[in-house]
């Protein structure tokens, strides 16, 4: 069964480091997703992606923040200059034209 | 603002027990409700409802909607261990050409031998 994957499973970076997150999506899915998950609290959306470019963003999804398809299979999330506060489990999600979306296994950002 | 709302926050029962959690929200242009596990990390589809009173089965597991009085329930009969998890609500909306999740806060579950 085709399914959602993420590298890597947990990042290690010091404040103000550059991080990428790397995902690949099912690959007949034309939608994808960044969540975020702090520790304790619940999944909140960062960004929907379709067509090569941001659907939707939240607020959470500020400058720092930049996603990008740059070969047709991958998908990444870049933050430009990490903070304490974007320590969190980041899940990368697809879905076809429905609702269904399936997320990957997460990677844990951890920020010191 | 989109509110969903889970119940309760944590539970926990005996294997071969009946439960039901239960998810509440409020949304404007309400799309879609979908229910999702979550055990160590990704969380794993269950059921995707837009109907009202049409009840999704999937073995021991069930979830039925009512969109009039906006909200859904999740069954789960026969308990076992392998059912402790987060179960997660999350709705999406209509408009626009996305359809991001808004999620709850999740029920835990602990199912004890």
């Known amino acids: 069964e085709p399914e959602v994957t993420q590298t890597p499973s947990h990042q290690v970076t010091q404040m103000g480091q550059e991080v990428i997150l790397r995902c690949v999506p099912i690959?007949?899915?034309?939608?994808f997703y960044w969540y975020r998950q702090i520790l304790g609290q619940k999944v909140e959306f960062l960004v929907s992606?379709?067509?090569?470019?941001?659907?939707?963003k939240s607020e959470i999804f500020d400058d720092q923040f930049s996603v990008e398809r740059p070969d047709g299979s991958n998908f990444t999330l870049k933050i430009r200059s990490t903070k304490l506060e974007d320590s969190a489990m980041y899940f990368c999600?697809?879905?076809?034209?429905?609702?269904?979306?399936?997320f990957g296994p997460g990677t844990r950002l951890t920020v010191l | 603002e989109d509110k969903v709302v889970q119940s309760p926050l944590s539970l926990v029962v005996h294997e071969g027990d009946t439960v039901t959690l239960n998810c509440s929200y409020e949304?404007?242009?309400?799309?879609?409700l979908l229910w999702y596990k979550q055990e160590k990390k990704a969380p794993t589809f269950l059921f995707m409802l837009?109907?009202?009173?049409i009840e999704k089965k999937s073995g021991r597991l069930s979830s039925i909607l009512d969109k009039k009085e906006l909200f859904s329930i999740l069954n789960i009969t026969a308990t076992q261990t392998g059912d402790s998890a987060v179960y997660l609500c999350a709705v999406t909306v209509s408009g626009g050409s996305n359809y991001k999740l808004t999620f709850g806060k999740g029920t835990l579950l602990t199912v004890n031998p």
């Open positions: 999600a697809s879905s076809t034209s429905t609702d269904t979306q399936y």
């Open positions: 992606f379709y067509n090569n470019e941001i659907s939707e």
């Open positions: 837009t109907s009202s009173g």
């Open positions: 949304v404007t242009n309400f799309r879609s």
């Open positions: 690959s007949n899915h034309l939608y």
